[in-house]
């Protein structure tokens, strides 16, 4: 095999691309089970945006010029664990505080991570970001689409 297709075949691009495929593969084949075709709507939206995602992770992969440095590359790295730990607390806390407050609180905290500090104009923008993003969520939800999410001790 040559280095150029090892470096592809290494590449966290190109793993996540493949299993993204497989996953719309899988989901495509669950899609099918369901009766109601206006019931397939949201799963055909997310097949769509699974596949189109994987492709284009492929296609990076493979425009890829670098090759990958001498210390292995990590699928996963210390501050996407601690924002999977983020998401889990964030799920868990929906039965307690609420879809709506867990949310909120998700996206705060995660903003804040992400951007690396607590600076008072990044506090300002979390909690615009997260406000916006919840009543989007509120109305795309419940007054849309009517749906009953899980509630708590707040929305």
Known sequence: MSSKLQSILKNND???????LLFGVVLRFQILG???SQSRIFPYVTLVLVIASGIT????????????SAT???????KELI???????????MKILGFYTSIFLLLF?????????????????????SAVCTILLYL?????????TPTGLFL
């Open 83 to 93: 924002m999977f730990a983020v998401l889990g607390v964030a799920c868990f806390l």
């Open 140 to 148: 795309g939800f419940n007054v849309l689409l009517g749906m009953i």
């Open 34 to 36: 369901i009766k109601n």
């Open 109 to 129: 905290f995660s903003y804040l991570y992400v951007e690396g500090t607590w600076s008072e104009p990044a506090v300002m923008s979390s909690l615009l970001y």
């Open 57 to 68: 992770l492929l296609i990076q992969a493979f425009l890829k010029r670098e090759k990958q």
């Open 14 to 20: 190109f793993i996540v691309g493949v299993i993204f």
């Open 72 to 78: 292995k590359q990590k699928l996963v790295e210390k």
